[in-house]
């Protein structure tokens, strides 16, 4: 179908919005309780839609309505539109006040206990009027998918890949290398040597080995010629983390930023850089 006038003049942003309201909830009885309208309104808005495109959007079921292809290819493109504006808006609010604005960050657990608030800190301090918006995801994957589907800005997290998609821009921040830790009371501090070979009975706190950070232990491992420890606990949760490692028993990794940012206040440090191999890894964050 051609972009002429007739379809520009006719296509209605109110319509689009019951569109993605209405594939949403997958009713448009429920959409219509949720705009505060009636339940012909709703049924307008997609006829009037249906009509100018010359195709039907949405098929009924007996659990409601469900986009057709047509339906999914229109919400698909809509979203970007949707999209844009408001990123136009806030635009327009930033140029009227370059101190505020709004930001929609996604990152993981490990970032957003190390890195991510010290620059949230920094900026807010900066311009005081700033919003942010911080989601968290299990892993990088999973923030690739939701800045496609533009849930948030931009990620910050690490690069699992030396390059990505095309559709992704990335920008290099630091290399952030990653180090054995221990509780400060623990033994391995008293010691200046240590072998691998000796850490490998100690009790672990590690994600697992199919993971991006498991992977580069596992290989630090095997490149000494030895079977990667037994992972003792397996968890994503920071604070358990810190809480294992704060009974001088357990060995974790840390990335080199986290290191710096709780220098002072950290009850772990990392083993002493003479350990026989190392972990420096150069990992970009990105």
Same mark, same amino acid.
């Given at each position: 179908?051609? &972009?002429?006038?007739?379809?520009?003049?006719?296509?209605?942003?109110?319509?689009?919005?019951?569109?993605?309201?209405?594939?949403?909830?997958?009713?448009?009885?429920?959409?219509? =309780?949720?705009?505060? #309208?009636?339940?012909?309104?709703?049924?307008?808005?997609?006829?009037?839609?249906?009509?100018?495109? =010359?195709?039907?959007?949405?098929?009924?079921?007996?659990?409601?309505?469900?986009?057709?292809?047509?339906?999914?290819?229109?919400?698909? &493109?809509?979203?970007?539109?949707?999209?844009?504006? @408001?990123?136009?808006?806030?635009?327009?609010?930033?140029?009227?006040?370059?101190?505020?604005?709004?930001?929609?960050?996604?990152?993981?657990?490990?970032?957003?206990?190390?890195?991510?608030?010290?620059?949230?800190?920094?900026?807010?301090?900066?311009?005081?009027?700033?919003?942010?918006?911080?989601?968290?995801?299990?892993?990088?994957?999973?923030?690739?998918?939701?800045?496609?589907?533009? @849930? #948030?800005?931009?990620?910050? =997290?690490?690069?699992?890949?030396?390059?990505?998609?095309?559709?992704?821009?990335?920008?290099?921040?630091?290399?952030?290398?990653?180090?054995?830790?221990?509780?400060?009371?623990?033994? &391995?501090?008293?010691?200046?040597?240590?072998?691998?070979?000796?850490?490998?009975?100690?009790? &672990?706190?590690?994600?697992?080995?199919?993971?991006?950070?498991?992977?580069?232990?596992? $290989?630090?491992?095997?490149?000494?010629?030895?079977?990667?420890?037994?992972?003792?606990?397996?968890?994503?949760?920071?604070?358990?983390?810190?809480?294992?490692?704060?009974?001088?028993?357990?060995?974790?990794?840390?990335?080199?930023?986290?290191?710096?940012?709780?220098? =002072?206040?950290?009850? $772990?440090?990392?083993?002493?850089?003479?350990?026989?191999?190392?972990?420096?890894?150069?990992?970009?964050?990105?």
């Amino acid at each position: 179908m051609p &972009w002429d006038q007739r379809v520009a003049q006719r296509l209605k942003l109110r319509d689009l919005y019951v569109l993605h309201t209405v594939a949403e909830l997958g009713s448009m009885g429920k959409a219509a =309780g949720r705009l505060a #309208v009636s339940h012909p309104a709703i049924s307008k808005a997609i006829t009037d839609l249906e009509f100018v495109l =010359g195709a039907r959007l949405f098929d009924r079921t007996r659990q409601g309505v469900e986009p057709t292809q047509y339906g999914t290819a229109l919400l698909k &493109w809509s979203t970007i539109v949707f999209d844009n504006l @408001r990123q136009g808006v806030e635009e327009v609010d930033f140029l009227a006040d370059p101190t505020g604005g709004e930001v929609q960050v996604g990152s993981t657990d490990t970032m957003m206990s190390g890195l991510l608030p010290a620059l949230v800190d920094r900026l807010s301090r900066q311009f005081p009027n700033m919003v942010f918006k911080v989601s968290v995801a299990q892993g990088i994957r999973e923030q690739f998918h939701d800045l496609r589907e533009r @849930r #948030v800005d931009l990620i910050l =997290g690490r690069i699992l890949e030396p390059k990505l998609e095309q559709d992704l821009s990335v920008e290099i921040l630091f290399e952030d290398p990653l180090f054995i830790v221990a509780g400060k009371d623990s033994k &391995w501090h008293r010691r200046r040597k240590i072998s691998a070979a000796e850490l490998l009975p100690e009790p &672990w706190v590690l994600p697992p080995y199919d993971s991006f950070v498991g992977t580069i232990l596992k $290989e630090a491992f095997q490149s000494k010629n030895l079977e990667p420890p037994r992972i003792t606990v397996t968890s994503s949760s920071i604070l358990f983390y810190t809480a294992l490692l704060a009974t001088g028993r357990f060995l974790a990794l840390r990335s080199a930023s986290w290191l710096h940012l709780h220098s =002072g206040s950290s009850l $772990e440090k990392a083993l002493p850089s003479t350990c026989d191999f190392d972990l420096s890894t150069q990992v970009s964050l990105r």
